[in-house]
C-alpha cells in the first residue's frame, strides 16, 4: 500500500512538533488551560508514545523508549506523575525515531497492514492495520493543534512560525 499521501501530514507533524518543544521552556512544561485539560509536556509524552507505538505495530524496530511509567493506551502521557522526562529528553526521543519512521512509512508490508489494529476504530467493525495508520495521522494532527494553541499562549506567536518562549 502506498502511503505517499501520508508523508506530507506526518512530515508537517514532525516540523510543528518540533517548534513546539524548542519553544517552550521547561518551567512552563506544566502548563494547562484548566484542570480538565492535558499539560503541554503530557501531549508532548502522548504524541511521542504514539508514534514510537505506531513504529512497534508496523515493525519499524525502534529500541525502546528510556520511560516505561508514563501510561498505556489512551493515557499514554496522560497520567499525573513528577517522574516525567523533560521536554528536550522527550525531543530528542522524537527526532531519534522520526527519521526512521518517515523512512519506513511507505515500505510497509500487505502482510503488517493486514494486521488487526489494537483496538476496534469508530464506525470500521473491519479495519485494518492500514486504517488504523490512516487514523494515526489525524490523531498527531489534533494534539499538534492543541499544542499549537499552547505555544500561542504561551508566546504569543503561531506554532507555523518559529516560536520563541517570551514569558518569564
Request: net charge negative; hydrophobic share 40%.
Amino acid at each position: 500500500m502506498n502511503f505517499e499521501d501520508l508523508m506530507l501530514p506526518f512530515g508537517m507533524n514532525d516540523l510543528m512538533y518540533c517548534r513546539a518543544l524548542e519553544a517552550v521552556a521547561e518551567d512552563k512544561a506544566t502548563f494547562r488551560f484548566s484542570k480538565r485539560t492535558n499539560t503541554f509536556r503530557g501531549i508532548a509524552a502522548h504524541l511521542l508514545i504514539s508514534r514510537h507505538g505506531l513504529g512497534a505495530l508496523t515493525d519499524m524496530g525502534f529500541e525502546p523508549l528510556p520511560w516505561n511509567d508514563l501510561g498505556k493506551t489512551f493515557d499514554a502521557g496522560f497520567l499525573e506523575s513528577d517522574n516525567f522526562p523533560q521536554l528536550s529528553e522527550i525531543l530528542s526521543e522524537w527526532q531519534k525515531i522520526t527519521p526512521a519512521f518517515m523512512a519506513k512509512l511507505p515500505e510497509l508490508s500487505e502482510e503488517v497492514l493486514d494486521r488487526q489494529p489494537p483496538f476496534p476504530l469508530p464506525n470500521m467493525p473491519d479495519a485494518r492495520l492500514r486504517e488504523f495508520v490512516r487514523l494515526m495521522v489525524l490523531h498527531e494532527s489534533y494534539h499538534v493543534g492543541q499544542l499549537g494553541f499552547m505555544i500561542k499562549e504561551l508566546t504569543g506567536e503561531a506554532i507555523m512560525t518559529p516560536p520563541t518562549d517570551t514569558t518569564d
